[in-house]
């Protein structure tokens, strides 16, 4: 069976690019004036599930602005735990007293949307969209303690693809056990489970959440919705859905090749294992970027191109990694040096000579 490698994406690529150094915030006209404000409330130092809060939220941000959302929506990705919500107990600005000061940073607009995505209740947002109960006019019924709340269909349009750059920035495989089968959480004992409670765990990729993040993008293609705002990148434009079946099959075989449960000697299973993972799931750039490795070690220069082709295309469309055991610029410089290494025949025959690779722009 052919496997789903993809072109890459000249434009989309030049727009992750521009994302790599770590200086692009300041550089963002919309979100720059409001960076220090932030960082300034200590978002540095607050344990946000795989990094800090400030890493979180500037994650958020990065997808978002990759993915060309208008002002509002990216300001609601930089600032959309600010006044704490039911995940998190984190409050960095008290929306008692200091809703005003926020208003007279972002806009009136911005501010209520950042003050609504904290307040109403996410989890039952989440379950609502994938029930696929939307409203024909695109808005959609929330419930709390204080009575029903109907979200606009502008609103629902930024609060699906903010949820989907949330989920992608910070779920991996700690939180897949914590939050099972959410958005239908369970409460179970932490010190029953006090197994699955050990962070980090083992920095395994979600082996569900993909699924969920490609059902929230497919919500999009409501006609109430579409064209609201522009389609993420991601799973065609919106246009694929990963099922669950796939997604746990495709994260159970990469992970049985990087934790090296395969023969270690000849290429041949591990290869064959990916390149399975990778017909699973097409959507994700880590397994095809390991398998471009392999077949540079098979002397296969030209599969190892379009593996590592199209792995840097998944890594321009979603700005975060998958797989959290490192940053997203980092999967995606190795991945430039394997793209370049497939197109100039150049590999090292010596295991040591891996340390000195460098890219040569």
């Keep these: 069976m052919t496997l789903a490698f993809q072109a890459l994406d000249s434009a989309l690529f030049a727009r992750a690019q521009t994302l790599l150094d770590e200086d692009w915030l300041a550089r963002d006209a919309d979100l720059a004036p409001i960076l220090p404000t932030v960082l300034a409330r200590g978002v540095g130092q607050d344990w946000h599930k795989v990094g800090t809060f400030r890493h979180h939220l500037v994650g958020v941000a990065r997808s978002l602005a990759l993915w060309q959302q208008p002002r509002e929506v990216r300001l609601l990705g930089l600032l959309h735990s600010v006044y704490g919500n039911a995940f998190v107990d984190l409050v960095k600005f008290d929306p008692a007293s200091e809703r005003a000061r926020l208003r007279e940073l972002v806009g009136e607009e911005s501010e209520e949307l950042v003050f609504l995505f904290c307040q109403r209740p996410r989890a039952q947002f989440v379950q609502r969209v994938l029930e696929g109960a939307v409203a024909a006019d695109g808005s959609v019924l929330l419930q709390d303690a204080s009575g029903e709340h109907r979200l606009t269909a502008p609103q629902v349009a930024a609060f699906i693809v903010v949820s989907m750059a949330d989920t992608i920035e910070q779920w991996f495989s700690w939180q897949d056990d914590i939050y099972s089968r959410f958005p239908k959480v ?55 859905a990963l099922g669950a079946a796939d997604e746990a099959a495709a994260t159970a075989l990469y992970w049985s090749v990087i934790q ?35 077949y540079l070690s098979a002397g296969r220069n030209a599969d190892a191109e379009r593996a590592a082709a199209s792995a840097l295309q998944q890594f321009s469309a979603w700005g975060n990694a998958w797989d959290k055991r490192v940053a997203w610029d980092a999967w995606v410089a190795w991945t430039r040096i394997l793209l370049q290494s497939a197109q100039t025949g150049r590999w090292p025959e010596r295991l040591d000579k891996l340390n000195n690779l460098a890219l040569r722009t």
């Design 186 to 240: 369970e409460h179970r004992p932490q010190n029953v489970h006090w197994a699955a409670s050990l962070w980090p765990g083992p920095m395994r990729p979600s082996g569900r959440m993909l699924h969920q993040i490609s059902l929230l993008g497919r919500a999009l293609a409501h006609p109430a919705l579409s064209g609201l705002l522009p389609t993420p990148p991601v799973f065609n434009h919106c246009q694929q």
């Design 260 to 294: 090296q449960d395969q023969p270690l000697v000849d290429l041949d299973v591990a290869t064959a294992v990916l390149e399975q993972a990778v017909r699973h799931n097409p959507y994700v750039g880590e397994p095809q970027m390991v398998l471009a490795q392999l």
